[in-house]
């Protein structure tokens, strides 16, 4: 299993660019989730998923938008990209709400 | 409230022990865990913990639960420079249909050969 993907590992956006962060996971998991993590203030939920067609907000969802329309993908959507965006994005998936949850490697965005 | 709060950085010396402490609010948490989280890596599950338990051994790694205080530590015995890493605690929360998973802030543990 290759696990978690995330595609790309980095990029750097100019402000008010759109782009799509890619997710897969190959474990058949239902539950899926989107990160961000700023330094010193640990991860920050952005939406999660829990299974194919259903997808709710996270704690700071604003400026975000994500689907499901497979169990396998779960693409993150910036629209109108700030600085205040800039942060690296985890996303992960889990069996079950409180099972395990599985990391990708992560995409370091930067917004300038 | 639910804010898993940790503090942000441990030096130790290789071959002492290190202890990562953890205080979170939501009394009604069910499962804690603690994760590790290498360089330019995205975060492990290190070992986990039932509420209903008070400790957990796990090789080099113990985890202790103090319910009371709502207080979670996990100490790494024998510390190696391969253990420098961020070190975040979560809480599973599960109250009426809803459910979350919430991290803590990280804590970056620096080994000293």
């Known amino acids: 299993n290759a696990g978690v993907t995330q595609t790309p590992k980095f990029r750097i956006l100019k402000i008010g660019q759109s782009m799509t962060l890619q997710c897969t996971q190959d474990m058949n998991h239902n539950y899926m989730y989107w990160y961000r993590q700023d330094p010193g203030m640990g991860l920050k939920l952005i939406y999660y998923?829990?299974?194919?067609?259903?997808?709710d907000k996270g704690e700071v969802p604003n400026g975000y938008n994500v689907s499901r329309s497979t169990t396998e993908d779960f693409p993150l959507r910036l629209e109108l990209a700030a600085p205040s965006q800039t942060s690296v994005y985890f996303c992960?998936?889990?069996?079950?709400?409180?099972?395990?949850?599985?990391f990708g490697p992560g995409t370091r965005l930067t917004v300038t | 409230g639910e804010d898993v709060e940790q503090s942000l950085f441990l030096s130790v010396r290789e071959g002492d022990s290190s202890v990562i402490n953890c205080t979170y609010t939501?009394?009604?948490?069910?499962?804690l865990y603690w994760y590790k989280q290498e360089p330019g890596a995205g975060l492990q599950l290190l070992t986990y913990?039932?509420?209903?338990?008070d400790m957990k051994q796990d090789q080099r790694l113990t985890v202790l639960l103090n319910k009371k205080d709502k207080h979670l530590s996990l100490r790494i015995a024998d510390t190696q420079t391969g253990d420098s890493a961020i070190y975040f605690c979560?809480?599973?929360?599960?109250?009426?249909?809803?459910?979350?998973?919430?991290f803590g802030t990280g804590t970056k543990l620096q080994v000293i050969p």
């Open positions: 992960a998936s889990s069996k079950g709400g409180r099972d395990e949850q599985y």
């Open positions: 979560a809480e599973y929360i599960a109250s009426g249909g809803y459910q979350k998973v919430t």
């Open positions: 913990i039932f509420s209903n338990m």
């Open positions: 939501d009394s009604s948490s069910t499962y």
């Open positions: 998923s829990v299974g194919a067609g259903i997808t």
